[in-house]
């Protein structure tokens, strides 16, 4: 094919169409050769049908469709189809956009544009990701795990197993250990523990030591056995683990009644009995009337010298179908002549009705007869915040069984609004309790609920997202729509770490574009104060920009360490990131923790995308994840 003298093609042998150049616009002189042995070969002019087909417009690319496998990058053509006003077609060249890895990583689907040869119109190419069909490596054990604690010590559990698969690799997977009693710690001995790995029912397994503490005075000789009028049993020191205090020889036990006619058992123990039964790692005072306010009073000089002598010492108070397990520790700031008033109260009349109210408005169903309000008084004075630490409170649920993923405890504020607390269900000889951690006193109450979304269908975060909506951490942009893939500001993660660690929202002047006004105003003031966010320099938290992943991942670890837990990790486990430079300085020590805990993982085996916004539906499952480690949720 000639353009006068120039040579613009070689056609091969049987071709009936050729594109001529877009920039060519005088066709005369255009001709067709047959190559011959000399340079006088005949000539031929293209037929002027031809001539006319090169010069009707383009109205169109062909889009095409390309299907590779998961981890396989597509291989996309070098040319597409052109189609012209008189419903011709020609091939045209074309250039693709770059191809991301993370794009055909997992299953799927994703379109790229190409930049198509002298014209304006863009190619698409469909490009169909279809998942790798080939027998995956199972899980046939895990390592061993052997922890050493002294008596009264709660063992420290890692929050990753190592698991050995059907192919000799192994891997770090995060593990949620059952919970375990102080019991089973009090005194030296040996005990076993098991862990629940998500993705598989095999069970991971820890053996626990429990050494004798050097200043355990061991088992006391004591053996009264009361024969009073009062409402405890027992001796004031029955074994070398736990203290038990008789009512009847050890405290005063008087009836009192509220000015609405409730009935109040008031214990007040004996400063010497208290202090000598604190001396072992767990002291048990229980009250087993029927009242339903239950006031036990500590004297406060018998605490400090518990403290000064066994800090580990905790006092667990059984009233009202509930077990509150006070850390002495707690109390290591009162004055010496001080009264500690703790009241156990079944809530009833307005008060639980308004709380069933509340629930009611959940479509929710109360899984406990009354709730429990738990109130602390030193010299009268209340003592609402301990200060950071989580403090147990026990919840008998009689004979319930079902999913625990549908039951969540709650606390209720001075309004009668309801919040997540974190909680672990556990069932025993047919009997369900609830254990509730929570670093503040409030009422709180049981309910089961089965929040779904309709547009998780199928989505990979489904089980993760319905967890957390039903233990009312995350909520729906509307009944049934969660919007899985809609990114998440700043703040929205902000108020779903307060609401995820059970803290009481407080409102305060922490940044400058944060107003009192604004919904998001008191969780975000009550991360900065709980030291989960920092801002930035301006003094501006940007609450409305979207989070991105590394900017999630730093404020999870915060608070992973306000729950009471901090990951050990090396920097080295972000180097198989391809993109770890992309990696901030300031972020890098809460990435590799977040890895090493199994709270987080790449985009891709090599992608971590530190910069990415992050979605809802990764927002929830980070935080079931980081719920799981710390044993605030099931």
Known sequence: MYNETTVLADLPAGATTYLLPSNLTDFSKVTVRSKGTDPYSRKFMVSAPTLLNMSTDIVGIAPISITTSVGVAPVLPTVVTAVYSDNTTGQRGVIWDAIDPSQYAVAGSFSVQGTVTGVTYKALANITVTAIDIPLPVIVSYSPINITTTAGTAPILPTVVTAVYSDNTTKQLSVVWSNIEASQYASAGTFKVLGTVGGTSLKAEATITVTQRTTDPGPSTGTGSGTGTGTGTGTSSSSGTTGIIDL??????????????KTVTKVTLDRDKLEKASAIPVVVIEVKDGASIVNVELPGQAILNAISKHNNTVIQIKANGAIYELPVQLFKDIAKDSTISVVISKVSGKTGDDVTAAVNKLNAKQLVANPIEFTITVNGKEMNDFGGVYVNRTLNLGTWTGDPGKVTALWIDANNQIHFVPA??????????VTIRSPHNST?????????????????????VELLANKWIVNGITDKQFAPEAQVTRAEFAAMLVRSLGLVEKQADAFRDVSPRDWFAGAVSTAHQAGLINGYEDGTFRPNANITREQMVAMMMRAMKVGGKEIQASSTVIDRFADRSTIGEWSKAAVAQALTAGLVQGLSDNSFAPTEPATRAQAATMLKRMLQSLQFIN
């Open 444 to 464: 709180y109450t049981v309910i089961q609920s089965n929040q779904s979304f309709a547009d998780l269908a199928g989505h990979w975060a489904k089980a993760d």
């Open 248 to 261: 009847d020889k050890d405290a005063k036990v008087t009836k009192e009644t509220t000015a609405d006619g």
């Open 424 to 433: 672990i269900l556990t069932t025993k000889n047919g009997s369900s309790e």
